[in-house]
């Protein structure tokens, strides 16, 4: 999470493509309340979370549109694979 915090906050975001967020603000305070509740234990917003890094979601069409797909490909895939991932 602090990777793809650290991404979105480094340089602007094309928004275009998606529908979830209004402004580059609303992502990266998104993205930090998920942070901020994944560090606390909690995982009351994890299917959200989940639905945000899908190959069709929000998160997905802001890498492929703003530069960095291969990037977010990697760390979703890593997400997936760690612990933060209950089984469905």
Known sequence: MDELL?????SSQD??????????????????DHADRLASGDVSRLSDL???????GALCEIAASSGWL???????????????????
């Not at 928004?15 to 930090?32: F, I, M, P, T």
């Not at 989940?50 to 069709?56: A, D, N, S, W």
């Not at 291969?70 to 469905?88: F, G, I, K, M, Q």
């Open 6 to 10: 650290a991404i979105v906050q480094s």
């Open 70 to 88: 291969e990037r977010y490909v990697s760390l979703a895939n890593h997400l997936d694979e760690s612990a933060v991932w209950p089984p469905t």
């Open 50 to 56: 989940r639905f945000l890094l899908v190959p069709t």
């Open 15 to 32: 928004l275009a493509w998606q529908s979830h967020y209004e402004s580059e603000q609303d992502l990266v305070d998104d993205l930090r």
